[in-house]
């Protein structure tokens, strides 16, 4: 079993925000695989199902960013996980919006809700990095990572939304490689082939019409022996 977990800030007003994608991603896991409905426990929001016959946890600390790890901790030992069965979704800075990547392990790069949750668990537990780009400025990060995600931004945010949903079953197997490629065939897809243009057809070569020559009438013997003499 794994518990998945999605990082961000509880009530309305942080709902939208580029710090929350990580609630926004195991919303749309439960919204999308049927998972029971959302129920207040381990100060947050649990909800549990299926992939098949693999069972799932999903949580959202609603402690506050910056206390996650203590909601995560309590989820864990309730279920008796260890470290490697948890799986936190979160903003990333550090990456392009779009894009995500899967770590094992590692440091918590001074993101709160992180280091929060190393501080209870360690660092050996999975990490789904969801990229929110960077805004240019260390001073500008705060404000950044609370603002909302701009309208034009969601069509991307839409794409690794359904991409995270469709890889969530691999995410709880344990089967990282083919979460990336069913967030990948959301977030790149395959362009459709253009094919190759068929032979060229053969120019038609321009056959230049000959002129027939003159025809010309036949000459008298007088004509004949006149035209020696000109």
Known sequence: MKLIVGLGNPGA??????????????EQIAANHDFGPWKSKFQGSLSEGRFGSTRAVLLR????????????????????????????????????????????????????????????LGPDYGRVRLGIGHPGHKDRVAGYVLSDFAKAEADWLDDVMRGISDGAPYLAEGDNAKFMNAVSLRTAPARPSTG?????????????QEVPPKETEPQSPLQKLLGRFK
């Open 13 to 26: 007003k942080y709902a939208r925000n580029r710090h929350n994608i990580g609630f926004m991603a195991v």
């Open 61 to 120: 600390p609603e402690t506050f960013m910056n206390k996650s790890g203590d909601s995560v901790a309590a989820a864990m030992r309730f279920y008796k996980l260890e470290p490697e069965d948890v799986i936190v979704l979160h903003d990333e800075l550090d990456l392009a919006p779009g894009k995500v990547k899967f770590k094992m392990g590692g440091g918590h790069a001074g993101h709160n809700g992180l280091r929060s949750i190393h501080s209870h």
């Open 196 to 208: 190759t243009k068929g032979p060229a057809k053969p120019a038609v070569a321009k056959v230049a």
